[in-house]
């Protein structure tokens, strides 16, 4: 049963912990090499793409949007760029074209780069064809730029303080409910096993005076 406890307290983590990896925004440095548009047949993971672009009718293949860069490291690097319109997550991004745009604006060569900070989403797999979401980007002078991620320190401050207050409550509501119960069931109990001690005892003493007097026959 312990082991039950920490292993469904591990897996909740990694399902909780993996969800807000893949949802919170997240920010890479990266050169634009070019961008473009390809016609993507939506399959198994269908669930890893975006709505189409707001006041468009979905379908089962559509053209996206496409940003390819390179990161610092020099490992490519390519995301999506689609509205999340009124849907989850809650960006509601309603200008990938906007975005688009000011992608092809910061486009540059190895040897005169431009960096750009990339702000997104999701997670990046080969083998399942999975991209990222590009939110929002903006040009930096150098490719080590100060980034401090205040949307998901405040919200994860937030989310915490919300699990504490639950946390209390639960507590509190032990105490008053719980607690007043278990006292009154271990009083109960507590009495049944003095009841049973004692009728023990009496059936114990009534034994003995009558083996002893079955012993007294013998005797004769």
Do not use: C
Not at 119 to 146: C, K, M, Q
Not at 176 to 201: Q, S, Y
């Amino acid at each position: 049963m312990r082991y039950f406890k920490w292993i469904t307290l591990a897996v909740l983590v990694l399902l909780v912990g993996g969800f807000l990896h893949y949802t919170l925004p997240q920010h890479d440095v990266v050169r634009i090499v070019s961008i473009e548009n390809r016609r993507i047949d939506f399959g198994a993971n269908s669930w890893f793409w975006a709505s189409p672009d707001t006041g468009s009718d979905a379908a089962v293949n559509r053209d996206v949007r496409f940003i390819n860069t390179v990161r610092v490291a020099g490992k490519p690097m390519v995301y999506r760029n689609e509205d999340t319109g009124w849907g989850w997550p809650p960006y509601f991004k309603l200008d990938s074209s906007n975005l688009q745009t000011e992608a092809a604006d910061l486009v540059s060569a190895k040897d005169t780069a431009q960096w750009a900070v990339v702000t997104h989403y999701g997670w990046r797999s080969e083998f399942f064809s999975i991209y990222p979401n590009a939110i929002s980007l903006r040009p930096v002078d150098s490719p080590a730029p100060t980034i401090i991620p205040w949307f998901n320190i405040i919200f994860l401050i937030f989310v915490l303080l919300i699990m504490l207050g639950i946390f209390r409550m639960l507590q509190r509501f032990r105490k008053r409910r719980i607690d007043p119960v278990l006292e009154d069931v271990g009083e109960v109990w507590d009495k049944v096993e003095d009841g049973a001690a004692v009728a023990h005892g009496k059936a114990t003493g009534v034994w003995g005076r009558f083996t002893g007097w079955l012993g007294t026959w013998r005797s004769k």
